[in-house]
């Protein structure tokens, strides 16, 4: 992505203050605070002192100053323990309040990778709605989103053998599921157009593909927080009474370990680490086939969130 370098240089800098600060902050403020202390103590009984600040307040604000430095770590440890602790882990069906929090930006990056991305799209679908009313502080919008390449034979999502327990490739339910992520691709473009053709909010939506199965399901927002999980793969759907079992997993029923810059340095990393991999896997990933075609000059149908998402 361009423009990633110059975003890491100044993320650096803004982290060595941050550190800075909460380092020395403690000690410049015991120490301003015990300064003001003495030095009023000392104008209150030395003459020739106050005589040179003169002033007569001193013993009051030499007492204010103690009570302050008294106060001051019982102060700090009140403020951090208001703060809300961030989550270890968490359900998909909770993706709703990171997609919410992320849009309280002024430019909102969303990237995905993992199955058909239902969940996701649910809650997108929503949100750049709502855009179209009130955009808030929302100026710009981009939603990448890695999905598996069902155009190749593949051993989940697949068939289950007669055995019970073999994969085997079903081109035809690979083609539903192509069909499903058309359709949430095009609605989504479709809002992010007529966003952008507002002229309020710029957006941009897109899929393209990855090679093998959906193994991994990762959520990135605003490039600060990551949601990471892994599918269950041998879970199982039947479709009808009538139809076979398939190997399907259910998005909605993974739990997504979550990571954020709030968490410290060891966070910071791992949030640096999946960045760069979501990165480097977009750009080796290829657009699916249905973007070949034409689009439509109308916005695509609206399409409101359909069964439980995978």
């Known amino acids: 992505m361009s423009g990633g370098s110059g975003r890491t240089t100044d993320g650096g800098m803004g982290e060595r203050l941050k550190r800075f600060q909460g380092r020395y902050e403690p000690m410049f403020t015991r120490i301003l605070l015990l300064t003001i202390f003495f030095t009023g103590v000392t104008a209150q009984f030395v003459k020739p002192v106050g005589d040179a600040l003169q002033d007569k307040a001193f013993l009051g604000g030499a007492l204010l100053s103690l009570v302050g430095y008294v106060l001051y770590d019982t102060v700090k440890d009140l403020a951090a323990s208001l703060r809300l602790p961030v989550r270890a882990q968490v359900g998909s069906p909770e993706l709703g309040s990171f997609v919410s929090e992320a849009f309280r930006a002024r430019t909102v990056e969303i990237r995905f990778l993992g199955y058909t991305g239902e969940t996701l799209y649910n809650e997108l679908y929503h949100r750049l709605e709502g855009l179209l009313d009130d955009p808030g502080p929302t100026r710009h919008v981009s939603v990448r989103v890695l999905i598996p390449d ?116 060891d966070s910071k990393s791992v949030i640096a680490t999946w960045n760069k991999h979501l990165d480097d896997l977009w750009r080796l990933s290829s657009p699916p086939s249905w973007h070949v075609l034409t689009r439509p000059t109308r916005p695509a149908p609206r399409t409101p969130p359909g069964p439980p998402p995978r």
């Open 150 to 265: 069902f155009g190749q034979p593949m051993i989940v999502p697949s068939r289950v053998g007669e055995d019970g327990v073999t994969p085997v490739d079903d081109p035809d339910y690979r083609k539903r599921l192509e069909l499903k992520c058309q359709e949430y691709d095009q609605t989504l473009s479709g809002i992010a157009e007529r966003l952008t053709t507002g002229g309020r909010v710029t957006a941009e939506c897109e899929y393209r593909l990855y090679p093998g199965i959906p193994k991994d399901k990762i959520c990135i927002f605003n490039r600060e927080q990551v949601l990471h999980g892994l599918y269950d793969v041998v879970a199982r759907t039947v479709q009808g009474s009538s139809e076979p079992e398939f190997y399907d997993p259910k998005g909605y029923r993974t739990d997504l370990n979550v990571w954020s810059r709030a968490g410290g340095d």
